[in-house]
Nanobody, 117 residues
Framework: QVQLVESGGGLVQAGGSLRLSCAAS????????IGWYRQAPGKQRDLVAR???????NYADSVKGRFTISRDNAKNTVFLQMNSVKPEDTAVYYC???????????WGQGTQVTVSS
C-alpha cells in the first residue's frame, strides 16, 4: 500500500520560512507527478506546486517566487520550501502522487501550516 507522510508544518511568523517534506513508500516518486496542495478552512483544496517525473515544475501564481518544490530521489522524498510566508498561506498542506501507471491518486494525511501576522 502506497504511503505518503508529510512533516515540517508548524507555526511561523509572517516573512519566515518553513520546509515541508513528503516521504513516500511503495511508490517511486521520480517516476510520477507530485503535487503539494493546500486547504484553508471553508475553502477548496488548491494546487500549490507540482513537479513532474522529468522535474518540470509549476506553481500557483500566489506562491511564485516564494515557494520551491524539489525532490530527493535517493530519499524518495519531495520538499516544499516556503519562504516569505504570509498569513494567507495558512492551511493544511497535502502531498499528492499521481501514479502514471495506474492513474491512481494518493494523498498524505496533511500537515498544518499557520502563519501569524
Amino acid at each position: 500500500q502506497v504511503q505518503l507522510v508529510e512533516s515540517g508544518g508548524g507555526l511561523v511568523q509572517a516573512g519566515g520560512s518553513l520546509r515541508l517534506s513528503c516521504a513516500a513508500s511503495r511508490i517511486v516518486l521520480s517516476d510520477n507527478d507530485i503535487g503539494w496542495y493546500r486547504q484553508a478552512p471553508g475553502k477548496q483544496r488548491d494546487l500549490v506546486a507540482r513537479i513532474s517525473g522529468l522535474s518540470i515544475t509549476n506553481y500557483a501564481d500566489s506562491v511564485k517566487g516564494r515557494f520551491t518544490i524539489s525532490r530527493d530521489n535517493a530519499k524518495n522524498t519531495v520538499f516544499l520550501q516556503m519562504n516569505s510566508v504570509k498569513p494567507e498561506d495558512t492551511a493544511v498542506y497535502y502531498c499528492n502522487v499521481h501514479d502514471r501507471t495506474t492513474s491512481n491518486d494518493y494523498w498524505g494525511q496533511g500537515t498544518q501550516v499557520t502563519v501569524s501576522s
